[in-house]
């Protein structure tokens, strides 16, 4: 896999290096950096710190902050936003926006992995005004109207 250096800054002292979990994992990890245990009760939203600020090495990059699968699937932990997008001039602290949608009040743990950070090749659009577009099978067809199987 094609590896890029992104530099990172430790903000605060508690703070975990992004980490990926296997050789062919597509995020790493972000963890949590509280002064205590955290608890989100159903339908509450918090801001986490990570206590990491990134330089992405170039304008044809974003970071993308997902929630953690297990954390959604088993808690209903997962980003309001759904995707966090970093943009390649942000230099400040990532922060992971996390809503409880789950049923039970869950804690969060100081050290605790939270989100899963990707970077990601981007490109900015030329955006030209036109009067027409050309013809698809699709047309203007959306939300679901492709079919269901």
């Given at each position: 896999m094609e590896q890029k250096t992104v530099r990172y800054r430790v903000l605060d002292p508690r703070a975990k290096a992004p980490v990926y979990a296997t050789p062919g994992a597509a995020a790493a990890d972000l963890c949590a950096v509280l002064d205590a245990p955290l608890t989100l009760s159903p339908g509450e939203r918090t801001m986490i710190p990570t206590g990491l600020a990134i330089e992405l090495p170039d304008a044809g990059c974003v970071a993308l902050?997902?929630?953690?699968?297990?954390?959604?699937?088993?808690h209903g932990l997962t980003l309001p936003n759904c995707v966090g997008v970093i943009d390649s001039d942000y230099r400040g602290e990532i922060k992971v926006a996390l809503i409880n949608l789950g049923q039970e009040p869950y804690t969060i743990e100081?050290?605790?992995?939270?989100?899963?950070?990707?970077?990601?090749?981007?490109?900015?659009?030329?955006?030209?005004?036109?009067?027409?577009?050309?013809?698809?099978?699709?047309?203007?067809?959306?939300?679901?109207?492709?079919?269901?199987?």
């Open positions: 902050l997902y929630a953690r699968s297990g954390l959604a699937v088993k100081p050290g605790e992995r939270v989100a899963q950070l990707c970077i990601a090749p981007v490109w900015q659009a030329a955006f030209v005004p036109a009067l027409d577009l050309s013809d698809t099978v699709r047309g203007a067809g959306g939300f679901g109207s492709t079919g269901k199987v």
